[in-house]
């Protein structure tokens, strides 16, 4: 990088840019193609362009702003784009709301047919009216007419639902409808609202949340919507949101906040665009790995970062959605399946079961693909679950032009095993400014297909496909022009050298290559230390297989199938995933993608309560185990950094 | 009144006085003889003299007290007294935390044996580490060794305590009690506290607050405190805290925070006295009137002071107490007993369970005297119950020189038959400030046997021991040097006029008394009206107990006995009470006096699960009577409003 380049890196979008010179903040972003929000066109009016300053030096609010921006938000480090500078390396945070663009985010995966029973039922009361000849209790009326009415029995009545009631019944000429849960009324309302019914499933993940609005009435997905976890300004992965939460209890209420406010924010959306009020929303359920879940929920994680890592809880939780700030119906509940283990979740058990993996014959395998990938192995009707720290090379972080899914991130790569040309697809088909997950996958088993690296992932000098950036380091530049305008200039990089298979370079041909190759900076590439990080990432997941197996005592020709569940699993190729050997090479057939099945769980258990039984009895049958007490644990890890060799590759 | 005199009521005393000229408020309250907090000598820097302006002109803040007192008291009309002068007519609350001296509040009644069962029950347990080959979940963990240590099942923890207790395991070695509440742990403490398990009872009266801090394991009373309810400050009776509470949700919300604030800082009081923290309060119960129980769970009350004034539920309320802004443990409950109607409560279910009254043989009344006045008869095995509104002249209210039953308050009254001469005593001995209500009852009992008044509740001029005040109303003055004086120097008042048993006085009459009688004000007296407020009072009593005679079929005569419950009720003396006519000619030894009954109840309740159960039997089995829709009603109570003849004077 340039000593005299401003580095700005864009949080949640994970896009970083250079800037020659200061620059205004929102014309930056809008330069860097990120498409922000602004209406008043930088006189700081609309207060759109809300960003958050996330590290150096706070920059003073001005006057505009203290008009515009609240207390609280200021105080936070919120500001707007237009009314300031990048003068220093900055990484600044853009809250969705900020932004015009959505990302691309797939929300929902295959979903199956599941027979509708709520937990949450309607019904519709003519009550009486009080007399002084009979002069009933306002709940023991409404008690005794679902009892006369619909032979239901209730015994409790929520406690704010009982203060807003009596205003509800006069203003309705005594007619109401109740939502009965269990035998608690959780919701009156007035009228007969028999026919409306709604719900929200989410799913929490580390980096992106889900949200389902259900009918629950036909079980059909009304609208969905997927966001930002907004979480990432405090940290890219688990670990790091853990030690930040436990730092103290402020953070640890702050990062709750931001998760529930912007729950709430796309509940609110979701409900307006779809003619509900957010108080028609009777019931939520809510899947997430064991950090989101407990954070969501404000309690302490320190103990999740710290060995042996236990969870504080692995039963299923029902807990008023007031109790921590989340705005559905008054009276309404939040579902929280049981987690496994401190780092196997409530996703991990919602994609078993929206996968149906818990009653599958043989031996089957469900993976989720993320900063921690998590992967249940049932055989012989035993269920085992490892957690593995793949980290977040995937979600396109620790690498260098890494990005999350969002427009313009090189999502698909093919290289030309001959000329080593790159041909590239971006997402939305725009000008490329990174590479996200998908892309790099296929990126890596491309270069070990084309013997551009070898099976210890080193660059093979080849066909001068690859040069040096300006601090020296080896690199895939992934722009099919650079590599054309190379060939047709037929420059050969003076690394006609054909293969080195160490990949190690002699003192002589460095400085071939140092005199002979471009020196290319900016130009987005893959280099060495990219490679490694997928090793690490793939070899995780690999030796999580391999212990499984080893454990079930079963062999990869045992396996019958191979899910895999998440939103980044369904946009991967198969085939790289065999290539790189992430996963043991079996047949193509065998492997699934069902796209994002814990957000498809948390919606079972939010039709049918019969599939949250399920759910709950999967927690208890799911036997975690932890890795690293494996004695053969190191062996297989580092076998399993390595890359499958030429002739393996499919 | 005189034109230039300057009136000042103090609530929540009740005490009113009149001052010459403007004059600081501190030094006013203070010559008044209220024992107002002051530390600094009215420099404003110790904010000890909080006092509430209530009606008239806010004062605006001075810089001294926008330094002492917080935004929220500034915009409450919380002042200094120090720091502001008394110039025109004001009535002014001064709040407990001002006064230095104690009111006089009869907290706890007669208490009856009963069988300690605690719903709270503690348990010690020293649980195994975590390690990574036991990564069994925390509240698993103790779920498990709850199991196998004690062979106690539960199957829920409280959320926030959920949260608390990871750190609470670590910081204390694994060694940890934990309370069950039913099958849900409700809190968790550091090592072993199982010897420590208290709870607390409170009776929320609509003048009063009795608090009992009650040791869970003997059942034994610790310490007990009575404080005023400072909803006084938005009205005396029920009446217009229902008005006031109805006018928007920010009254609501208002009236329901002084309460618990005031609940809140007497549970500190009672637990720092005894060497406890807040948090080691494991359960509350609460018994009061249905406004006071809806006020204090923030319910609205509209619907309660319009008729037929049906209650929110009469069902129990379990409720977490945090919802409230309670501060006990943190997953503690308050359980609130049944109420039975808009205007029996909670108070009158723990009066009846108190004094066994729900399983007494033959016909027995309860009554607990107070603004509303609830009776009870079984008769039969069957119970029945009425609520009369009887005014708050028995609190002081409504009568000239009444005032609630703090020192210097009259609280007994004979009076010589001969000389017209009466004796009193005052509470604590003080210098009398004014009249309570045994202090009433007992003078308009003496007046009536004293022939003084006639069974109209008229003046018989006789002696010359009545007079009148400045604006010509008669009088009859307590102070007995009045008299004395009077008698000393043989004055006769012009009114030798014998008996006059009409009590109307024609024009001579009144000429004689105008130039004859001593112009007396400003002393302390009863006057023709307040004998009418007590005549309106014991006669809403007496119809309350006439109506359920006749409902139950029976007369005086069956009654077997007369339980007189309340604080209030008793300071009075039995036999003026059958005197005035309040109760029916019974036998004395029929009456029995038990005190504040209604605290009993809520601690039983608080001390034995079996006794909560009675609670709510009597809640279901108690037959609620509406006066009004008696066709008997007008009549009985036209009678009764009359008092006895003096033949018939005990």
Known sequence: ?????????VEPI???FFLGKPTNCLKAIQDAGIEIKSVCRGKGTCGKCRILFMNGKQKEPNEQELKVLSDDEISHGVRLACQHEFNEDTTVYI??????EEQKLQVVGQEREVKVDSIIKKYYIKLERATLKDVKADFNRIKDSLKSLHNITVNKIDFKVLGEMPQIIRDNSWEITVSVRNEEIISVEGKDTTTRNFGIAIDL???KIAVLLVDLLTGKTVDKKGVMNPQISFGEDVMSRIDFASENKANLNWIQKVVVDSINSVVEDLCSANGLKTDEI??????GNTAMHHLFLGFPVKQLGLSPFPALTSESINLKAREIGINIASGGYIYLMPVVAGFIGSDHISMILATSLYNMEGNCIGIDIGTNTEIALISNGKMFSVSTASGPAFEGAHIRYGMRAAPGAIERVVIDPKT???????????EPVGICGSGILDAVAELLKAEIIDK???????????????LGNLQYVLIPDFHKKRLAEKQDCGANSIKNSSGELSEAEIKDIKEALYLCDELISINQKDIVEIQLAKGAMRTGIEILLENANISFADIDKIIIAGAFGSYIDPKNVINIGMFPNVSLNKISQVGNAASIGAKMALISKSQRKISEDIGKSDNYLELTIFPSFSDHFASSVSFPSPEEII
């Open 456 to 470: 210890r992932g080193k660059f093979i000098l080849k066909n001068g496909c690859i040069c040096k950036d300006k």
């Open 420 to 430: 080593c040309v790159p041909s590239i697809q971006t997402i939305d088909d725009k």
């Open 1 to 9: 990088m340039s000593k005299n380049k401003i580095k700005i890196q």
């Open 282 to 287: 009777l019931e939520m359920t809510l899947v």
């Open 205 to 207: 993940g580390t980096t």
């Open 95 to 100: 809250p969705a709301s900020s932004l015009s």
């Open 14 to 16: 994970g896009i970083r």
